[in-house]
Structure formats: C-alpha cells, structure tokens
C-alpha cells in the first residue's frame, strides 16, 4: 500500500511560481512512475506531467511544457512539481499519483488527496 500527501498549494498571482510537494510513504520502494494530474472544477482530470522510477524520464502535457517541471528525490521519497508563469487556467486541484508511466489517469493506482492551486489575473 502506498499513501501519498500534496503540499504547497496556494493563491498567486499570474506570473508567480509554486513549487508542489507529494510524499509517499507506506510502500516506498520507488519504481513507481510519479505523475501529477489536475482537476478545474466541472472538468476532466487531465495530465500534466509524469517522471519515471529513476528520475531520468519526464513527460509534460502541451499547456504546461516549459513551464512547469517535475522531478523526484527516491531518498526522501518525494515527488515535486514547480510552476513557473502560472496563468488563470493553470487554476485546479493538482493530484500526485503513482503507477505506470502514462498520461492516461486509468494507469495510476495511488493517488492523494489533491492540494488547490488558485491564479488570480
């Protein structure tokens, strides 16, 4: 069993930057692939970015490549994602999850509770 907690969330304003936190424990063994996935409200869960087991692998959605960077610390057990130029629509509940690495939401099997992230214009 693998537990998952997201921190970091907040209100900024466009331009500004975040920096999300997601750390695992329970099942730490770490070749799980760590994703983040988000959530605006009456939306789809969509994909954003995906790191695979080792760190040497990342994978970002379109709206966010450039932007946003994912990355992995196996020693602490900790995923992050830092947002950079963040815009109004950049604006959701970002979820961590571990599982295959995939954009699809259907490959992960753990996932955390979610940690809003508001843009203000």
């Known amino acids: 069993q693998v537990q998952l907690l997201e921190s970091g969330g907040g209100l900024v304003q466009a331009g500004g930057s975040l920096r999300l936190s997601c750390a695992r424990s329970g099942h730490t063994v770490s070749t799980y692939a760590m994703a983040w996935f988000r959530q605006a409200p009456g939306k789809e869960r969509d994909f954003v970015a995906v790191v695979n087991w080792s760190g040497s692998s990342t994978s970002y959605a379109d709206s966010v490549r450039g932007r946003f960077t994912i990355s992995r610390d196996n020693a602490k057990n900790t995923v992050f994602l830092q947002m950079n130029s963040l815009k109004p629509e950049d604006t959701a509940v970002y979820y961590c999850?571990?599982?295959?690495?995939?954009?699809?939401?259907?490959?992960?099997?753990?996932w955390g509770q979610g940690t809003q992230v508001t843009v203000s214009s």
């Open positions: 999850a571990a599982g295959a690495y995939d954009s699809n939401w259907s490959q992960y099997r753990y």
